[in-house]
T-cell receptor, first 114, second 112 residues
Framework: GAGVSQSPRYKVAKRGQDVALRCDPI?????LFWYQQALGQGPEFLTY????????KSGLPSDRFFAERPEGSVSTLKIQRTQQEDSAVYLC????????????FGDGTRLSIL | QKEVEQDPGPLSVPEGAIVSLNCTYS??????FMWYRQYSRKGPELLMY????GNKEDGRFTAQVDKSSKYISLFIRDSQPSDSATYLC????????????FGKGTKLTVNP
């Protein structure tokens, strides 16, 4: 069975450009999470969805970061007017229906801002 | 002070050694505790998932949670070179947001 799929795997953008990162969760998983992992650090929570509802966006670092999941499956994380400090690996995770299910991660998108 | 503290290492051991990895935390609301393994340029892979205090064993891996001390551990027996990776502890509270709070990760190398 397929795991969490993220695309692109690598993205290079110039400072000031907008980028969009995509996440395909495991089929049937209702919760979807975004994390940011800086080099040598653990993942930091950004936001999460249950179906199409965004239940917590407390980790988004600024209003340049926006996430959506309009049909409750695929999700897109958008970063506007990128800055060098946005360079990181962006990880997506999903979890099965039911309380307290474990989160399963994709391999991430490595974003480099020049 | 971060909510979850984890010694980043690096930790280097010979093949066959017993490895002990640890995290401490400050938020008494944390009830669910996880250990993930992350290979270079890959996503975190769930190893162990425990609720509240106690021990859980799965093959060569044992997870321990001591909520009174706010301390969790992962033990790896008979370590193998393939265990060389970064080990991340993660935890979350019961109820409310399902977000995970991670430690910094410990980089482990098992030498043949």
């Amino acid at each position: 069975g397929a795991g969490v799929s993220q695309s692109p795997r690598y993205k290079v953008a110039k400072r000031g450009q907008d980028v969009a990162l995509r996440c395909d969760p495991i089929s049937g998983h209702v919760s979807l999470f975004w994390y940011q992992q800086a080099l040598g650090q653990g993942p930091e929570f950004l936001t999460y969805f249950q179906n199409e509802a965004q239940l917590d966006k407390s980790g988004l670092p600024s209003d340049r970061f926006f996430a959506e999941r309009p049909e409750g499956s695929v999700s897109t994380l958008k970063i506007q007017r990128t800055q060098q400090e946005d360079s990181a690996v962006y990880l997506c995770a999903s979890s099965a229906p039911g309380p307290n299910q474990p989160q399963h991660f994709g391999d991430g998108t490595r974003l480099s801002i020049l | 002070q971060k909510e979850v503290e984890q010694d980043p290492g690096p930790l280097s051991v010979p093949e066959g050694a017993i490895v002990s990895l640890n995290c401490t935390y400050s938020n008494s609301a944390f009830q669910y505790f996880m250990w993930y393994r992350q290979y270079s340029r890959k996503g975190p892979e769930l190893l162990m998932y425990t609720y509240s205090s106690g021990n859980k064993e799965d093959g060569r891996f044992t997870a321990q949670v001591d909520k009174s001390s706010k301390y969790i551990s992962l033990f790896i027996r008979d370590s193998q070179p393939s265990d060389s990776a970064t080990y991340l502890c993660a935890m979350r509270a019961q109820g409310g947001s399902e977000k995970l709070v991670f430690g910094k990760g410990t980089k482990l190398t098992v030498n043949p």
